[in-house]
């Protein structure tokens, strides 16, 4: 970090700020300008509060160098990390998300029944996706709404992958569910309303399953990664990041989706970015044009509600696209995969 001082600050303001520099366990380069002097703090400060620098009298402010993030930053690993989605079951030989690949996942907001399960994983397949999404347990504004099957939805799951080979990716909403997902699922989503559930983001972090992250809906860019980085200090790499949407005064839409966070995300980090324009937009009609838009702009692959009767659908039913209208999207995001060198 850079500290700078404020115009005629004076030396033992200064000195108190190298002083405290010193007990940080860093070094410091003093440079004196015409008009102001500038402290440069040399040495890893990534874990240091700079805070305390923020509010020392003759401070002007502090200017971070390095990202508060680090397992989950570029400047660590500068290449681009390709994340199995299946590692444990499918041994060097699963499906993955990140490289070249464009990798959809698809499938209804919640497992339903098994016949609802079964069917459209036969249909997701077919049309190209990788992955077969479905949530077991649901997280719900309204404490009346349909909770999800629990573990007998994470069964139709298992059974949906034995037919088909497609990945599962589910929510796990607190700790205690972490086990049941782990034996059930093979990608363990943590949801928008978790982004910042750091106990559970440790216990995911403990697996070594794929954890896919959702960008929390008022979640800054740093917040998001610093998340990540929770998983990933424990061990755990890997990660892959979804932006879905956040919070605006918008209401023509459920949520924003900026996508503009596709190409930042790879400027800072080097985890694969999914995105979902399915809870980014909460309009059917909307989805194909927002697929496309975020394959154009980078993103390494896409998570789409797909329900064989959206009208009917126990959740999320307005977003989702029906096996159809799906089949026509990765069609024509196709083509846009390839404009921009990647496949599908
Ligand atoms: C979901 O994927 O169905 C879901 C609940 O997503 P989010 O956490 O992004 O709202
Ligand atoms: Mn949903």
Redesign the pocket.
């Known amino acids: 970090m850079i500290v700078v001082m404020k115009n005629g600050s004076t030396q033992q303001q200064i000195d108190h700020v190298v002083k405290l520099v010193r007990e940080m366990n860093l070094k410091e380069h003093v440079i004196v300008g015409e008009e102001r002097t500038v402290v440069a703090v040399i040495g890893n400060d990534r874990f240091k509060d700079r805070s305390v620098l923020e509010t020392c009298d003759g401070v002007d402010k502090v200017v971070p160098i390095l990202a508060a993030y680090k397992m989950a930053s570029r400047e660590v690993k500068k290449e681009r990390s390709v994340i199995p989605l299946m590692a444990q079951r499918m041994n060097g030989n699963s499906p993955t998300i990140g490289g070249r690949k464009v990798g959809v996942i698809a499938g209804p907001?919640s497992v339903e029944s098994r016949a609802q399960i079964t069917e459209i994983a036969h249909m997701m397949k077919e049309a190209g996706a990788i992955g077969l999404?479905g949530?077991a347990f649901?997280?719900r504004t309204n404490p009346y709404s349909f909770q999800g099957l629990a573990v007998e939805g994470l069964k139709y799951l298992a059974e949906a992958r034995d037919r088909t080979g497609l990945a599962i990716v589910t929510?796990v909403m607190s700790i205690d569910q972490v086990e049941a997902c782990c034996e059930y699922a093979d990608v363990l989503?943590i949801?928008?309303?978790n982004m910042q559930n750091f106990n559970l983001l440790n216990k995911v972090g403990e697996t070594r399953k794929a954890v896919m992250l959702?960008r929390g809906m008022s979640a800054t860019l740093e917040e998001f990664l610093l998340a990540a980085e929770y998983i990933m200090a424990r061990g755990n790499q890997n990660v892959i990041l979804c932006e879905?949407g956040i919070r605006t005064f918008e209401d023509y839409v459920r949520n924003t989706l900026p996508l503009a966070i596709v190409p930042e995300l790879h400027r800072v980090s080097h985890l694969p970015v999914v995105v979902?324009p399915s809870?980014g937009t909460g309009k059917s009609y909307l989805v194909e044009s927002m697929c496309k838009a975020a394959v154009a702009c980078g993103a390494d692959g896409l998570?789409v509600?797909v329900h064989a009767d959206p009208e009917h659908a126990l959740?999320?039913g307005a977003q989702s696209l029906t096996p159809q209208q799906f089949a026509e999207m990765m069609s024509s995001v196709k083509r846009v995969a390839q404009a921009v060198d990647r496949e599908i």
């Open positions: 907001c999404r949530g649901k997280p929510e989503q949801g928008a309303r959702k879905r979902d809870h998570l509600e959740t999320d």
